[in-house]
């Protein structure tokens, strides 16, 4: 029997406004909804997927004190999305290299997520 494996990953978003929060995603970060079950919707760009559930109780993650990261997404041109995504207004400081042999930056969401998007150098 051959070995199980992965075929695709998704992260999953607990969030206050789900629609200002979707909103955002598409006008800012690119991304496309492709599902809108009741009380989620599902987000995509390429192979990059996002669901994001409305929980308007939950304790905001800017509220956590933790580092907030979730997710880190390899993309081919780390420099053109943030030309891309600094252009649609959003303020992040310009991607580096990284020792450990990757171009990053990061992006915190206005609920207060942190993601990294990288590029292998």
Not at 6 to 13: A, E, N, R, S, W
Not at 44 to 62: N, T, Y
Request: hydrophobic letters at 45%; a negative charge; aromatic letters at 10%.
């Amino acid at each position: 029997m051959a070995e199980p494996r992965v075929t695709q990953q998704h992260c999953v978003l607990a969030v206050p406004d789900i629609r200002a929060t979707a909103d955002w995603w598409v006008e800012i970060m690119g991304m496309e909804i492709w599902m809108e079950p009741d009380g989620w919707i599902f987000l995509r760009m390429d192979s990059f997927s996002l669901m994001i559930g409305e929980c308007p109780d939950a304790i905001p993650p800017r509220d956590l004190g933790d580092h907030q990261y979730f997710a880190y997404v390899v993309l081919d041109d780390v420099n053109a999305y943030h030309a891309q995504i600094t252009a649609h207004g959003l303020d992040v400081a310009a991607p580096q290299d990284k020792p450990w042999g990757m171009r990053e930056m990061h992006v915190q969401t206005p609920d207060g997520h942190r993601i990294m998007f990288g590029q292998n150098l």
